[in-house]
């Protein structure tokens, strides 16, 4: 838990100097949008691609795996559909909600599943990313860009042009082909993914205006409440219900119970979204993580079974 809590806290540091830099006008405004675009469109495909790449796709745990991602993300999506219809959200609002509630923080999932479950851990959680990345980036997509009326070329056409997608789809043909990634082509993935987060971070604290957020202390709180307790509960329901084994169970529950990843924030304002709820939900769900990831720790300690 003491490795956890030490991942957690420079993650919440960065977003405070990224607004601490724009409170002071360092570098100037014009480095923001431009760092942005350099993740959204280099850094973090890098990262997906090289995840991907090496990702073993032909364990035989797949395929339960991918039937336990897939029903707590379709369950999860099912709820946020049911409840943009009834609240009657814009694309630009509906986007920042659903990544608030299905993305997660890769960085730290990885970091807590290291120190936790070693080297086995980390190769089951390699295959749950394999499924996980594409599939929640799609749906990020499309909560963003979909609007009532418009047609199915609109909605494919903004998907089919994602970096992040792209990125995804090249990562797991290369692994397929066999390709490898030598030569050192994985070192200079490695350089490009390690930007991502920290330049990420900073860019969502550029971008915190608390003023304006300050009428949206219900929606963040009941969106960190979805993310960091219900969307766990419902992992953990998941696993009970398919048998899976412990590690796989606890690592699953993990996942689900981390922040949403600060790239959302990115996403968001690339596809016009709701930048400003989405900068509250990222700061607010990382410091609130630092005790709820540690709550679900504790009860996953005798497993789902």
């Not at 009657?88 to 120190?115: E, H, K």
């Not at 799609?138 to 979909?146: E, G, H, K």
């Not at 600060?262 to 016009?272: D, E, F, I, K, S």
């Amino acid at each position: 838990m003491t490795a956890l809590l030490a991942a957690l806290w420079p993650l919440f540091a960065l977003i405070v100097g990224g607004y601490a830099l724009r409170l002071k006008g360092f570098p100037g405004d014009a480095f923001w949008p431009a760092a942005e675009r350099l993740n959204y469109f280099i850094l973090f495909p890098a990262l997906l691609f090289s995840s991907l790449a090496t990702a073993p796709l032909d364990n035989p745990a797949l395929p339960r795996l991918a039937l336990a991602v897939l029903l707590g993300l379709g369950v999860g999506w099912a709820v946020l559909l049911l409840a943009r219809r009834v609240m009657g959200w814009p694309a630009a609002r509906f986007g920042a909600v659903t990544q608030g509630v299905l993305r997660f923080n890769t960085y730290l999932g990885l970091a807590a599943i290291g120190s936790l479950f070693g080297k086995e851990g980390l190769a089951i959680a390699a295959l749950m990313l394999a499924l996980m990345v594409p599939t929640v980036n799609l749906l990020s997509v499309w909560s963003l860009t979909a609007e009532r009326g418009v047609s199915a070329r609109g909605l494919l056409l903004p998907m089919a042009k994602n970096p992040l997608i792209l990125a995804c789809l090249a990562g797991a043909a290369y692994n397929l082909a066999g390709l490898g990634l030598g030569g050192g082509i994985d070192r200079l993935l490695n350089l490009l993914a390690v930007a991502s987060l920290p330049l990420g971070l900073l860019c969502v604290g550029a971008a915190l205006q608390p003023r304006e957020l300050g009428g949206e202390l219900a929606a963040l709180g009941w969106n960190c409440a979805a993310r960091l307790l219900a969307m766990p509960a419902l992992a953990f329901a998941v696993a009970r219900l398919l048998g899976l084994p412990a590690m796989e169970s606890s690592i699953l529950v993990l996942f689900f119970a981390l922040p949403t990843a600060p790239t959302a924030y990115v996403l968001t304002r690339q596809l016009g979204g709701d930048g400003h709820l989405m900068a509250g939900i990222i700061t607010l769900q990382t410091l609130l993580s630092g005790a709820t990831l540690v709550a679900v720790l504790a009860l996953l300690q005798a497993g789902p079974g």
